[in-house]
Structure formats: C-alpha cells, structure tokens
C-alpha cells in the first residue's frame, strides 16, 4: 500500500520545496561519510538546516528515503541476530518464520501484523549536504519507526533464545 498523505510525505514535499525555492541541484541517493557527521539538531527546524546551507553557500543536497517493505525487515533483524549467517534465509518474513518454526508465535504474529499494516509507508528521509568536508545532515523517522524497531529488538531475542536452545 502505496501512503499519499501522511506527516511523512508531507515532509518530504516539504524537503523537496526547499530544495526546488533555493535552486539547489539534487543527487538522489545519501552520503557514505568516512570523516566527520553532523547531525543537524531537528528542534532548530528544516528551514535553519536550509538557511545554514545557503549561507555557506552549498550548491548541491543529498535526498534519500525509505520505504518499509518487508523483506527488510529480514535485514534489521540480521544486525541485532547473534549468529545471523547460520539463521537467515527466506524471501519472505512468512517463509523466514515458517523456517524457523515461529510461524505460531504470537509476538512474531503480532510482528508481522506490524509490518504489513505499515508496508509501503516512508519510514525516514534523510537529506545531507557537504561544506568543508563534513557531512551535514537532517533526517526524520515516522512516528511508528521506534515501536517497528522496538519489535525488531524483541523478536531477535526470541530467535537469539531459540538458537540458544538448539
């Protein structure tokens, strides 16, 4: 389900407002940064990131989102799995759990229920520009990304426990 009208696309209209007002050129992917990160305070707001931007006098942003769609879920359960290499595999979260004998399981239901009610929907948008060598960077999650990784965290526990039965 593809979202249309939400905090999240309104926010990224928002962004892309911005960047179209100020006549910034737009690479459409995010910075891999090996030196220094700076995390643009998000209290101060999306028009101050900007105004910092044009005082500095940045020519070019950075704008990625993502999207929620389940199969990466697999991949955010991965990072926090112990022994991940031996655990993964499956296209689907259905298949994954099915494989690991979970399928019955009322948090990994539950879970899954999460996902697909929000597949399709923007979880983050992230834009970024470079002055100097450092990234600068302004990102917003949506407001049911902590609860999705709160579910993560604990479904990883249950498989971290069931490899640790086996």
Excluded: C
């Excluded at 990466?72 to 690991?100: I, K, M």
């Amino acid at each position: 389900m593809k979202e249309t009208d939400s905090p999240m696309t309104r926010f990224l209209a928002e962004v892309r407002d911005h960047i179209t007002r100020r006549g910034l050129l737009t690479f459409p992917d995010s910075i891999i940064a090996d030196g220094h990160v700076v995390f643009f305070p998000v209290e101060l707001g999306l028009p101050a990131f900007f105004d910092l931007a044009a005082a500095l006098s940045v020519r070019m942003v950075y704008l990625s989102t993502d999207t929620l769609e389940p199969p990466d879920v697999l991949d955010d359960l991965a990072q926090l799995v112990e022994d991940a290499d031996e655990t993964f595999g499956g296209d689907s979260l259905e298949v994954f759990f099915r494989d690991q004998g979970l399928s019955a399981n009322a948090r990994v239901k539950r879970f899954r229920d999460f996902v697909a009610d929000h597949a399709g929907k923007l979880r983050s948008v992230h834009v970024e520009w470079v002055h100097e060598g450092v990234v600068h960077r302004y990102s917003r999650f949506a407001d049911w990304h902590r609860a999705l990784m709160d579910q993560v965290t604990e479904i990883a526990d249950i498989l971290d426990a069931q490899a640790g039965e086996s």
